[in-house]
């Protein structure tokens, strides 16, 4: 199934676990729990923002994209991963494999971008208390947030572009859950060079600088928090970061051990490495999406609050 002049690629197919029958049970069964929490959690956690005025603040709002972000990325890749675990080699035409590629690649560069904006919110805060309600105004993050969206979006139209345009040769399986862009790149049959440099121009813009920017952030909230005098104010300020700091930890750690690095068309790779490397990106996936809401609503009083709020009145208003 060569694409070229004569025969085009129509379409992918998906091994993932199929090698292993007894582990694809328990995966699906696993993936589909995680999900489902997904669901939930995000879900409550946009609700509660949404119906508490006194969540209405920029801290909260980039929260809300997170959490939107967070059921938006899982909802392209969960659903195609579940299916492959029902089926012992899942076929995806050329076109939805590369809408999927699409959709997975945009959502996880805007989340990488919105996390560094995030962090620029909790520098002004802690460091500049008093002008933030003037530097944080609805002028300033509604802007950041739809800047973060937009440069996950164009990232992803320049990558899949280079991706689409590239000639496939007569193995079209992917080793993999879904329709991952490294996973695709191994499949190519020509010079994959404008790839690899475009994705590293990629991970230099949309995680390096990110980083940097969420790094150097956290220099001047530690500096400032460990000037003030009394215990309770450190330990205050400190808990209105430590939730976003666990987060990106958490998502960065997984991010560079699997985009940091593209890798070139090789036949040396093992399809061990490559199951190996497709349960990472899974964990990457479905793990860090399952644990945010989880992580703000335990290390954040304000939204514990609210919650509590919101089910009293649900519970007065049915009796």
Request: glycine share 6%.
């Amino acid at each position: 199934m060569e694409r070229s002049n004569d025969t085009i690629l129509t379409e992918f197919v998906l091994v993932g676990l199929s090698a292993h029958p007894k582990l694809q049970t328990v995966f699906f069964v696993l993936v589909l729990w995680m999900y489902l929490m997904i669901l939930l959690g995000n879900g409550v956690l946009i609700s509660v923002i949404i119906y508490d005025s006194h969540l209405h603040t920029p801290m909260y709002f980039f929260l809300c994209n997170l959490s939107f972000l967070d059921i938006c990325y899982t909802s392209c890749s969960v659903p195609l991963t579940l299916d492959s675990f029902l089926t012992v080699k899942k076929r995806v035409s050329f076109s939805g494999c590369m809408v999927q590629m699409f959709l997975s690649f945009a959502t996880g560069v805007t989340e990488c971008v919105l996390l560094g904006m995030m962090a620029l919110d909790r520098y002004v805060a802690i460091c500049y208390p008093l002008r933030y309600p003037v530097i944080m105004s609805k002028g300033a993050y509604m802007p950041m947030a739809a800047g973060s969206w937009v440069t996950g979006f164009l990232d992803s139209v320049v990558q899949t572009s280079l991706a689409v345009q590239l000639p496939f040769c007569a193995n079209n399986v992917i080793n993999h859950f879904v329709c991952e862009i490294l996973a695709i790149l191994k499949l190519a049959c020509a010079d994959i060079s404008i790839n690899v440099l475009s994705m590293a121009g990629s991970n230099l813009i949309v995680l390096v600088i990110p980083l940097l920017v969420i790094s150097i952030s956290y220099i001047f909230i530690v500096a400032t928090i460990l000037r003030i005098p009394s215990s309770e104010g450190k330990h205050k300020a400190f808990s209105t970061c430590s939730a976003h700091l666990t987060v990106v930890i958490i998502f960065y750690g997984t991010t560079f051990f699997m985009y940091a690095k593209p890798k070139s068309k090789s036949s040396g790779g093992t399809d061990n490495q490559d199951i190996i490397d497709a349960l990472i990106s899974l964990f990457y996936g479905v793990m860090t999406p399952m644990l945010n809401p989880l992580i703000y609503s335990l290390r954040n009083k304000d939204v514990k609050a609210a919650v509590k709020n919101m089910v009293g009145r649900k519970n007065s208003d049915g009796i």
